[in-house]
């Protein structure tokens, strides 16, 4: 009897422990990173200025996952610092401005520069094509296109309308990155186990 009130106890709290998972979230300057990650944690719109460095804040908005969410500076000049915030990542969001259509090629060639970073290799991403309350914005579609995002294979992806002003679509991209890290966290942690059986 004892035994299986532990066994129960065991399990009742495996089931209750939230994940804890890292995520990077990366796009150009002036996408919306800094106003997305606000937006989830206070649920305010906070006024930003382009971030020299990075934020980083720890979220909740899914049950059962909590989220590291490392915002990092979009300015070209401080782009090549990404690299040194992949190594511990689960999960990665992509942050593409949807009214500017100037740079949505220069969006992707950096997307692909990190999901060629070996240390990113199968972790999961969701892009979010932000500012669709202005006018001009480009569609999900025409967004996933200019990203060529049917080319990625080796990993999950999913791609998410929002506005980071109001908070549309910010919940639904957490659910998204929520899943996905899910099934990446367990995946690896069955790879790991069937590498130590080898
Ligand atoms: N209209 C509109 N403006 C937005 C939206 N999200 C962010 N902005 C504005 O876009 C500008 C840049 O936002 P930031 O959050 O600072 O952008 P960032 O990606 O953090 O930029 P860096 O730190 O330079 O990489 C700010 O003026 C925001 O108010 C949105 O959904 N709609
Ligand atoms: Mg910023």
């Known amino acids: 009897m004892g035994q299986l009130i532990s066994k129960l106890n065991t399990l009742v709290s495996g089931l209750s422990r939230s994940v804890a998972a890292n995520i990077v979230m990366l796009g150009l300057d002036a996408s ?9 944690k206070l649920n305010e719109t906070v006024k930003t200025i382009p971030t020299v460095g990075f934020n980083v804040e720890t979220v909740g908005p899914i049950k059962g996952i909590n989220f590291t969410v490392w915002d990092i500076g979009g300015q070209e000049k401080i782009r090549r610092l990404w690299q040194h915030y992949l190594k511990s990542a689960d999960g990665l969001i992509y942050v593409v401005d ?20 070996e240390n990113m ?13 202005l006018p001009d914005a480009m569609d ?15 990993r999950q992806w999913k791609i998410q309308g929002a506005c980071a002003k109001t908070g549309d679509g910010l919940f639904e991209s957490m659910k998204a ?17 069937r590498d130590q059986y080898k």
Do not use: W
């Open 121 to 133: 290799r199968s972790v999961p991403v969701v892009v979010i094509a932000n500012k669709q309350d």
């Open 98 to 117: 949807s009214n500017d259509k100037d740079r949505l090629c220069k969006a992707r060639e950096e997307l692909y520069g990190i999901l060629n970073n």
């Open 140 to 154: 999900l579609s025409t967004v996933a296109d200019g990203l060529d995002l049917n080319r990625i294979k080796q």
């Open 177 to 193: 990155m929520s899943d996905l890290v899910k099934s990446y966290i367990n995946k690896s942690l069955l790879e790991e186990k």
């Open 32 to 40: 919306g990173k800094t106003t997305i990650l606000y937006k989830i």
